[in-house]
């Protein structure tokens, strides 16, 4: 009789505990067989993009290519349709649908930033030290300056020539092309000068110099042969002179592909995933979208990583004139008041990765709070640093409603946050549309090794990503 008043017991027990408690669960296990062969297929189609899309101009040009090929319509232009794209300074691009609902009740929005830190090429890069040609350049965004040395980049970017013609640059992604390195000190040299001093000095910013060739120009006489020699080649295959590198902008970027990781090839390694692995996603799910309940605002945002400032970040106001354009195409008269009055009545997302959990690290997250790899995309109620300095925070109500979402439509998802209260801390793009008065939220795969030159992800999170952004933009 005691045995099975125990038994009981421990069955009313476990009831209890799968009722109350905070269920984690890998994603893959919450998927049904046929979801789960759609995960691989899916991930095949973002590491092409990865690959295709390593700086700001190029995604922007890969997401107008797949907008085009889906009917979108330029904004500015007359016309019929619902579907829309709008181009900022070929750096930043939005997509727009009207949807069944009028606009003054409100967009579904969803924004992610298309720029990853890099190495940019100064405006006047070139130069030339015991006979070895050499680029001068400024990190851009938070990196690990360590991890960029001795690994091959390729140069991407565009030049604007004297005349006015554009060049578009991307040498080093095909097996032909040479790649540049910037080089390191070896390890029986190095004691002084680079081992002895904290790891964040060991390299300093300003040598932070690329290769860029070795052979002389023929002249002896010539001063700076080297240089000159790269001028010279230069000016006969692009017709570029020196000034040229004034009008430029120049990245160098990791030459190495996006690869499946791992025996199991269930994760993705690639530059560039903060915050492209969002963009793509968010790009997906815009495209399969019929007829929305809602009207749809996809924004693809610039100048993230260096506090998107400029005309082509977050700050900028380009989502009012996006909304302005939106309102034409509605049939009503745009004003201030009106584009106000509609952002202010929207619900965002702001689509952006978070660092996952590191076993190897385990003294930097709170590990109850912490993103893990495999559990599906990460919710963030805030951001920010320390007390919350600098965080957009999620209103309660709002988490709630994600929350129904999600769990309608049977995403994977964690609540998180970046690392320890006192450790660190980091932000997004939500920020600069709260101030617009609608609610937002912060929601994107984790990631670890973010910001460096070779990313991982698991593709049952990225495929999470994409069901979770489509399940945002069609309810109601």
């Known amino acids: 009789m ?61 997401i107008l290519e797949a907008a085009r ?62 006979d070895l040609a050499i680029f001068r350049t400024h990190y851009y965004g938070g990196i690990k300056k360590y991890q960029w040395v001795a690994i091959p980049l390729s140069l991407h970017g565009f030049i604007v020539k004297a005349d006015g013609s554009a060049l578009p640059v991307r040498i080093g992604e095909d097996p032909e092309d040479p790649v540049f390195v910037i080089n390191d000190l070896l390890p029986h040299l190095s004691g002084k000068v680079q081992d002895q001093k904290k790891l964040a000095e060991a390299i300093e910013g300003e040598k932070l110099t690329a290769l860029a060739g070795s052979l002389p120009y023929p002249d002896g006489e010539a001063k700076e042969r080297v240089k000159l020699r790269i001028l010279d080649l230069l000016h006969e295959k692009y017709g570029l002179v020196e000034e040229d590198f004034t009008s430029s902008e120049l990245e160098l970027v990791p030459a190495m592909k996006a690869r499946d990781a791992g025996f199991d090839r269930s994760l993705i390694g690639a530059y560039g995933q903060d915050d492209r692995a969002s963009a793509y996603t968010s790009l ?25 400032e400029g005309n082509t970040g977050a700050q900028s106001l380009f989502i009012d004139e996006v909304v302005r354009g939106m309102i034409e195409r509605s049939g009503e008269t745009p004003s201030e008041a009106r584009v106000k009055k509609i952002l202010a009545h929207s619900k965002a997302i702001s689509a952006d990765v978070e660092s996952a959990f590191d076993p190897n690290y385990p003294e930097v997250h709170e590990k109850q709070n912490a993103g893990r790899i495999g559990y599906g995309v990460c919710l963030e109620k805030f951001t920010g640093h320390r007390g919350k300095a600098g965080a957009s925070d999620a209103r309660a109500e709002y988490v709630g409603e994600i929350r129904r979402i999600f769990n309608t439509r049977r995403v994977a998802w964690q609540m998180t946050e970046i690392g320890k209260v006192d450790e660190g801390g980091g932000g997004t793009v939500a920020k600069y ?17 973010m910001h460096s030159p070779y990313e991982i992800a698991s593709k049952v999170d990225i495929y999470e990503a994409f069901k979770a952004y489509r399940a945002f933009l069609e309810s109601s």
């Open 2 to 62: 005691d045995m099975a008043v125990k038994e009981k017991d421990r069955d009313k027990t476990k009831e209890l505990e799968k009722k109350l408690k905070l269920q984690g669960k890998l994603a893959w296990d919450r998927m049904e067989e046929k979801e789960r062969k759609e995960v691989f297929p899916f991930a095949e189609g973002y590491k092409r993009f990865l690959d295709r899309a390593k700086t700001e101009r190029e995604a922007v040009r890969e």
């Open 69 to 130: 090929k889906a009917v979108f319509r330029e904004l500015s232009r007359p016309g019929g349709g619902k579907k829309f794209f709008s181009v900022n300074k070929e750096k930043s691009i939005a997509l727009a649908l009207l949807g069944r609902s009028p606009l003054a009740e409100g967009l579904r929005i969803i924004v992610s930033h298309i720029d990853s830190p890099r190495i940019d090429l100064k405006q006047n890069p070139l130069y030339e030290d015991s």
């Open 284 to 308: 997906q799910a815009v495209l399969a979208l019929k007829n929305p309940s809602r009207p749809v605002l996809s924004l693809f945002v610039d100048k993230e990583e260096i506090g998107s």
């Open 433 to 449: 549309l709260a101030v617009y008065g609608m609610d937002i939220i912060d929601c994107g795969v984790p990631v670890l090794s």
